[in-house]
């Protein structure tokens, strides 16, 4: 079979098939894996529970089922479920939206195939422009979205060192100023994979570079506020007329309906909706209408703050104290400040071995990670950094987390 340019691209074997690969593994096959590297939420209990009790009302509310199941939807989104939103956002932060500036996709995946490729790539003059991602390292689904090549341009973050194990990762604004030919800036907030939330003032001079430039700035709020609020710190979230803010519904706990909200500018919703229908027709409805009265109503806000954030707190701190106990006198670590989103990102400054083959040695003890290079896209240099991390999600059962990161102790251990 013999495949056209982007069919080679889009069946090349990435980082994010790898990583759909090993949880497809974990997850389907018949042999145990302690997955610790995959993008699953938690199954949090009250949460399941708020679901069924949902599923049940649909169920026994005259044919409110059958139409959430036997119906296309309009390109944009549910209407009922748009206007929920919109009103949530107005209400809570002032933001001067309607419908209008709100399109639901098939998994915010989708949107950023295309929001990148919207703002990337050849213009109709000829010139061509790339995706600013101001601080590397950055989440690995964008990698490779692009549809053409040499797309995308990241920056090296300043590091600050806290302590002897904590570290984190700052913009470093000095370097924007020499990129040339930006068609969009993009960050993900809280980060992944190191849960790094960049500070109010961060986002708002990001935001007066993009503008400056006459660019949208992309804002990745898959982790992020109002919802599903797995932030540690006090922050708050930041839109504009220029910021094209996506949310989305997995990692509330439904990840499975694939939904993506963007909230942005009346002509980016349009060119969304247009997209959606091309390739999806319309966009799955069972997620929307599952949460149109808890965003109605504004109860999400409290499931958040009181519930799901929380849960996530507890459980990153936990397992901060677990890879303390298994690292602690064997090798030289640290690990990125714990300020949200579902993982904790390891420093191994002196291994023999760079962790892509520290992932394939822990594959062999049943352990899943996912090696650092691949978050360090659109760098101009080497950077050794990038061969010296890993990610974990903490987010699965906690017995297998430990257990995953008894047995990391153990092969770093045998390295050092």
């Keep these: 079979m013999e495949l ?14 790898s990583l759909m690969e090993d949880l497809g593994k974990a997850v389907a096959g018949t042999k145990r894996y302690y997955m610790l590297g995959g993008g699953n939420p938690a199954l949090i209990p009250e949460v399941c529970d708020l679901w069924r009790r949902r599923m049940r009302e649909i169920l026994d509310n005259g044919d409110q089922f059958e139409k959430m199941i036997g119906r296309y939807d309009t390109s944009k989104g549910n209407q009922p479920f748009l206007e929920a939103l919109a009103g949530l956002l107005s209400r809570e932060y002032g933001w001067d939206i309607s419908p209008r500036n709100i399109a639901v996709t098939n998994g915010s995946q989708t949107a950023f195939y ?22 590397s390292p950055e989440y690995i689904g964008y990698a490779d979205q692009s549809i053409e090549e040499d797309s995308f341009v990241s920056c090296i973050p300043m590091i600050e060192q806290i302590d002897t194990t904590t570290f984190k990762y700052h913009i470093d604004f000095s370097k924007l100023d020499s990129v040339d030919n930006v068609g969009a800036v993009c960050v993900s907030r809280p980060t992944n994979p190191t849960g790094n939330v960049l500070t109010g003032d961060e986002l708002t001079r990001l935001s ?10 992309l804002v990745d709020n898959a982790y992020g506020l109002p919802f599903p609020g797995i932030i540690f710190e006090d922050a708050q979230p930041f839109w504009d007329k220029h910021v094209v803010l996506s949310m989305s519904l997995s990692k509330i706990g439904l990840p499975s309906v694939r939904n993506g909200i963007v909230v942005a500018a009346e002509e980016v919703i349009e060119a969304l909706s247009a997209s959606n229908a091309v390739l999806s027709l319309a966009t799955g409805n069972i997620g929307q209408v599952i949460m149109e009265p808890f965003i109605a109503s504004g109860e999400i806000i409290d499931l958040c703050k009181d519930v799901i954030t929380p849960y996530y707190r507890t459980r990153a701190y936990r397992t901060i104290e677990w890879i303390s106990e298994a690292l602690d006198g064997v090798c030289e670590y640290s690990i990125h400040k714990a300020q949200g989103a579902l993982f904790l990102w390891l420093w191994f400054k002196n291994l023999p071995v760079t962790t892509g083959e520290l992932y394939y040695r822990l594959k062999e003890r049943d352990v899943l990670v996912i090696p650092g290079r691949h978050f360090f896209f659109g760098l101009a240099e080497e950077w050794k950094h990038r061969d010296e991390c890993i990610r974990i999600n903490y987010a699965g059962h906690e017995a297998e987390v430990r257990e995953g990161i008894v047995r990391i102790g153990e092969v770093v251990k045998e390295l050092s």
């Design 4 to 17: 056209s340019r982007f069919g080679r691209k889009i069946t090349a074997k990435t980082g994010i098939l």
């Design 114 to 135: 295309f929001l990148i490729n919207m703002f990337c790539g050849t213009y109709p003059d000829g010139s061509r422009k790339k995706i600013l991602f101001p601080i």
């Design 208 to 217: 007066a570079f993009a503008d400056s430039r006459k660019v949208p700035l």
